[in-house]
């Protein structure tokens, strides 16, 4: 899901940036947009493919999070607002703790490296 939300943002940039970034006040909105919708997409795919699933969570985890600081400072403590991007959050924590599991890209590098 996070992919088709990356793409969108990269669909229109500068409306996100105006949206999203620029109400937090930080430099370099459109930047930060890319790296935003950059961690959004390739993130994903990096939890896909279990290849690199705690880098790839842990950029999902730092987008995620300015979503949720972004929601609750433009709509105070709205749950519903943050309930589907404390969903994301808490599925990147369990992902950056606990690595990608046995089926894993990651797993077989490893259990090669180990032989």
């Known amino acids: 899901m996070l992919i088709h939300h990356g793409y969108e943002k990269l669909d229109s940039i500068e409306n996100f940036a105006d949206a999203f970034v620029r109400p937090l006040h930080l430099p370099f909105p459109i930047f930060f947009s890319y790296v935003a919708a950059f961690s959004e997409i390739f993130g994903s ?8 699933t705690r880098l790839g969570a842990l950029a999902i985890m730092g987008t995620v999070s300015f979503g949720i600081y972004h929601a609750i400072v433009t709509a105070g403590f709205n749950i519903y607002l943050l309930e589907l991007l404390v ?3 808490g599925g990147a ?3 950056v703790l ?6 894993s890209l990651d797993n077989l590098i490893r259990l090669k490296l180990l032989k």
Not at 45 to 52: A, F, K, M, N, Q
Not at 98 to 103: C, D, Q, S, T, Y
């Open 45 to 52: 795919w990096l939890l896909i493919t279990g290849l690199g």
């Open 87 to 89: 969903l994301y959050w």
């Open 93 to 95: 924590a369990c992902i």
């Open 98 to 103: 606990n690595g990608g599991g046995n089926f």
